[in-house]
């Protein structure tokens, strides 16, 4: 079975600033999805970026990117000068594309950006 | 763009009764889940189902049921409510179409107390 997780279930920084979130995974699997999902105040879950597992290149959407490293079952999301709307839980994911497609969260990360 | 409706956004229940949440998306899409959210536990799937009629067990199946009789629409039932089971529910869908996956899109989300 396939699990997340995340070790921060917290973290706080200054506007603009640079700010790292973790999460690690497991599979037995060799192709997958891996997401970043946010999900501010309002409820409402937004993707934040995606990574296929058989692409050795780094996924980036503008202030956002990511660090996967396969071989380590990590996957962590960066994001670079931080603004105020950042603020949300963070959520990291795994999906499968074998069989049923399940998709797996971790426990989140709650990202406050200090003005 | 894909939209995911769920029925309720706030549900106050009695112990014991039979709750219905109901998920409809408008997407045609094969694979649609329920989520329990709770603090510092993250998303936990409780069932998702990945064709009319089909389901499988998530990681916390117990004390629920679901039903996917047309495509668009996915239930979660509570068969006898209980107090543990106040929390947050989300569904989501996301199309099964080709080899790899592609993002999950979620409703607003329904907090059910049960008092």
């Known amino acids: 079975a396939q699990t997340v997780t995340q070790s921060q279930p917290e973290m706080s920084v200054q506007e603009a600033e640079t700010v790292t979130l973790s999460c690690t995974y497991d599979?037995?699997?060799?192709?997958?999805?891996l997401f970043w999902y946010k999900q501010p105040p309002s409820r409402q879950m937004i993707l934040v970026i995606r990574?296929?597992?058989?692409?050795?290149q780094n996924a980036t959407e503008n202030r956002f990117s990511v660090n996967f490293q396969k071989a380590a079952k990590s996957f962590s999301l960066k994001i670079s000068d931080s603004q105020l709307g950042d603020t949300a839980m963070y959520f990291c994911a795994f999906g499968s594309i074998q069989g049923a497609q399940k998709l797996v969260f971790g426990q989140g990360t709650r990202l406050t950006i200090n003005p | 763009d894909v939209k995911v409706t769920q029925s309720s956004r706030y549900l106050v229940k009695r112990t014991g009764e039979k709750v219905f949440l109901e998920c409809v998306q408008d997407?045609?899409?094969?694979?649609m889940f329920w989520y329990r959210q709770d603090p510092g536990l993250g998303l936990r799937l409780i069932y998702f189902?990945?064709?009319?009629?089909?389901?499988e067990k998530g990681d916390i199946p117990e004390g629920y049921s679901v039903s996917r009789e047309k495509k668009e629409r996915f239930s979660l039932i509570l068969e006898s409510a209980s107090t543990n089971q106040t929390s947050m529910y989300l569904c989501a869908s996301k199309s099964g179409q080709g080899l790899f996956d592609t993002e999950a899109f979620f409703g607003q989300g329904t907090r059910l107390t049960v008092v």
């Open positions: 997407m045609d899409h094969e694979n």
């Open positions: 189902s990945y064709d009319v009629k089909m389901k």
């Open positions: 990574q296929e597992a058989y692409k050795q």
């Open positions: 599979t037995s699997e060799n192709n997958y999805y």
